[in-house]
């Protein structure tokens, strides 16, 4: 890719995105160049997506293991809810396109990583059962509001999490 490709896509998604912040369901009316599709243009999305979690999340997980108290499953948690509190038009368009082949793919990717880095699942297990696991645990997330997590004791959403 040229930089000038690298520009134009930048640009491209920052004006899909500032659609989105007006209407999430028509931000992708019209597919902005140099994307040639709604696959294409969900794909270079969720890519963004997962690069700011991957990056909030190996951070948390490095203070975990640093804190006496340190609980995978919180920092994930937490990791996710301030990446989705950063880009609530990004999170609302993946969120309305969730059912298009690209993006079902990319979320079992995303579901393996969050049960994965949560400690809720192993490398060595079924990638299928690894992508269930996530996607309970991000429902879960979603389910638990976290205004009340913050005022309860810490680790609320852990409890909410049977052990094996």
Known sequence: MSWNTYYQRKHAIAEVLDNARRDPRSALDTIPNPFTG???????????????????????LA?????PH?????????????????????????????????LRAANAQQHRMLALAAGLAEQHEDEHDIAR??????????????????????????????SR
């Open 38 to 60: 709604a696959g294409e243009l969900l794909a270079a999305l969720h890519y963004k997506w997962m690069q700011q979690l991957n990056g909030r999340v190996e951070v948390a």
């Open 63 to 67: 203070d975990t293991e640093h804190s």
């Open 70 to 102: 340190g609980d995978r499953v919180e920092a994930v948690t937490t990791a996710w809810r301030r990446t989705a509190a950063t880009n609530p038009a990004l999170r609302d368009v993946l969120e309305h396109h969730a059912e298009h082949p690209v």
């Open 133 to 162: 696991v996530g996607q309970a645990f991000l429902h879960l997330l979603r389910a638990t509001p976290a205004q009340a997590e913050e005022r309860s004791r810490p680790g609320v959403l852990r409890k909410l999490i049977p």
